[in-house]
């Protein structure tokens, strides 16, 4: 057996194992939860299944007032690998989407793994490794969706890695050369990419920066690694990996996608995921980011302050999108790995030479110490995100849903009932949705039915439709200089025959204040909690008369009541 004070110190291999197996288990009980709060995975898999059924589409297929754009999809082989995963789940009693929900759990854990691995290397301590593995998977545990940015996460681990070990010297610069090939593969899985070629320029430019003759005084500033890459080798290596980036179906076109978005300020204030957190709901983020601050005081006045240039640079930059978009707080927690297990490594081993300069102090008994102090924080670190205070539901509670709940998602947080409600009216004619729920809607029905108005894909239209849908659901009246049509013009310029809308919204206190309006209530979820108040509204035109009464007599019949 072991001894009992090496496991302890966190550098017995018995440690490795141990923190190994619960980082595994940390990411299964946090990303093992029903689908509630994504409205991106419905279109994904309906994405592989098109690719799967009838190849790769150029232009948009699911939306008609987006038909015809041109559809730069930077993700097809992840969508067609999910919807292969849910193909198989389907035809077994696990279900089809709670095997894309196991296969994200799996794509998580393994670039958590990675992620130890490297922080253990760093630190040499595998407790240490644990801890910060744990903060990555706790910083990014709001935005575990099934949805291939995780398959880009562990590209971007494996980056990392590859990058450290040539320069911590644990292999040969040789292994630089996978960097190309790999950049190829993920222009096909994920835009994360980008996020890729970010981090490949800062070890590039942390290497010529060593190389540069500067005054001693700057030199100072920063530490070079065990092995600088000599510059000739990233002149020819970034190039090499640019150029890689275009070995998909649409080219260097993909470069133009975050333009569409980002260069729309109306359009990213209206979208969730781009901005800043809610620092009440990321209090690991803040917990981390506090002790990260007072460990670096410390080693800067202790002199002991690591300083890798391209560690701090990925730091900084990753730190700043994560302050600012709640999305990139899962790229934050993957890209502050080196840099913290740097950091707390060297305040672990200033605590211990602290301890060890006590009259009769124990070098054995110190060591075991600082990794009991350790796994304090990393029980901290895990029973604070697995509680999920002060929401009502904890982890584990979502963990039993997910056994329980073949289908692998809240009926209730979806328009599921509506849907399956339409599925046997069959309204013809376009309908009206709000972006929000676009994606389930897509799942549900299109292209095979009806196809959306408006779905989350933003770097395809842009902020266009999303205007339109701004001015329908919000029932606006733009001034006639304005250049904006009203909410009733875009109905009409869209042929808009029925509506699947929320209650709460303003479209629909208007039609239910004005009933001279030519559209008829026909299904009312909005008194049947729990759930989202939804209402389906249909034309009053002579071609809908017969849908309408079908519609009502059906509901009725299904709510045990009269029609709406």
């Known amino acids: 057996m072991p001894p009992v004070r090496a496991i302890l110190a966190g550098t017995h291999a018995w440690s490795g194992a141990l923190a190994g197996l619960v980082l595994v288990l940390f990411v299964y009980v946090v990303a093992t939860v029903p689908i509630r709060a994504d409205n991106d995975c419905w279109w994904h898999v309906k994405s592989g299944k098109v690719i799967a059924e009838q190849g790769l589409p150029h232009t948009d297929v699911f939306s008609f007032t987006a038909e015809g754009y041109p559809w730069h999809n930077h993700e097809w082989l992840t969508q067609w690998a999910m919807w292969q995963v849910w193909m198989r789940g389907e035809a077994t009693a696990l279900g089809g989407w709670r095997a894309v929900i196991l296969a994200a759990s799996t794509t998580i854990a393994a670039y958590a793994l990675i992620l130890f691995v490297l922080a253990g290397r760093i630190s040499r301590n595998w407790w240490i490794a644990l801890l910060v593995a744990s903060i990555a998977v706790a910083v990014g545990r709001r935005t575990f969706h099934p ?52 981090v490949l320029g800062a070890y590039a430019g942390g290497d010529v920066a060593g190389q540069i ?17 000599p510059w000739r080798w990233w002149a020819v290596l970034v190039p090499a990996c640019v150029v890689a980036t275009w070995a998909n179906p649409f080219g260097w076109r993909l470069y133009e996608l975050p333009a569409r978005v980002l260069g729309d300020r109306a359009l990213v204030a209206s979208i969730g995921e781009l901005q800043p957190p809610n620092w009440f709901f990321v209090r690991v983020f803040l917990g981390t980011l506090a002790a990260t601050v007072i460990v670096i005081g410390v080693l800067l006045w202790k002199l002991r302050l690591p300083r890798r240039l391209a560690e701090w640079g990925i730091y900084v930059f990753f730190l700043y999108q994560g302050v600012r978009h709640v999305r990139h707080l899962l790229l934050y927690g993957v890209m502050a790995v080196p840099l913290l ?46 509680r999920n205070w002060p929401e009502a539901q904890s982890y584990i509670e979502r963990n039993r849903q997910f056994v329980t709940i073949r289908e692998g998602y809240l009926p209730w947080a979806y328009p599921a009932a509506p849907s399956a409600f339409l599925e046997a009216i069959v309204p013809r004619g376009r309908m009206f949705n709000e972006n929000h729920y676009g994606g389930y809607l897509i799942w549900r029905f299109s292209p095979e039915t009806h196809k959306v108005f408006a779905d989350p894909r933003f770097d395809i239209f842009g902020g266009t439709i999303w205007r339109h849908e701004v001015i329908i659901a919000n029932a606006l009246e ?76 059906r509901f009725a019949l299904m709510s045990g009541g009269a029609p709406p």
Not at 218 to 229: D, G, K, N, Y
Not at 369 to 375: E, K
Not at 480 to 506: C, N, Q, V, Y
């Open 147 to 198: 949805r291939p940015p995780l398959v880009g996460n562990v590209l971007l681990a494996a980056q990392l890695l590859l990058l450290t070990g040539v320069h911590e010297r644990w292999w040969s610069r040789r292994w630089l050369a996978a960097l190309p090939p790999m950049f190829a593969l993920w222009s096909n899985l994920h835009g994360t990419w980008m996020a890729g070629l970010v």
């Open 213 to 229: 003759r500067l005054p001693d005084r700057v030199r100072r500033l920063f530490q070079p690694a065990p092995e600088t890459v």
């Open 341 to 386: 297990a740097r950091l707390y490594a060297e305040a672990a081993r200033l605590g211990a030479e602290a301890l060890e300069r006590r009259p009769g102090a124990d070098p054995a008994r110190v060591a075991s110490t600082i990794g009991v102090v350790v796994l304090a924080c990393v029980a901290a670190v895990q029973v604070a995100t697995v």
């Open 478 to 553: 733009p001034p006639a200089d304005s250049g904006f049509p009203t909410w009733r013009e875009l109905l009409d310029h869209w042929e808009i025959e029925w509506m699947l809308l929320k209650g709460d919204r303003p479209l629909a206190a208007r039609l239910r204040a004005e009933p001279d309006e030519p559209w008829v209530l026909v299904a009312d979820w909005s008194a049947q909690p729990p759930g989202i108040p939804w209402q389906i509204w249909i034309r009053n035109s002579p071609g809908n008369r017969a849908t309408i009464e079908r519609a009502r007599a």
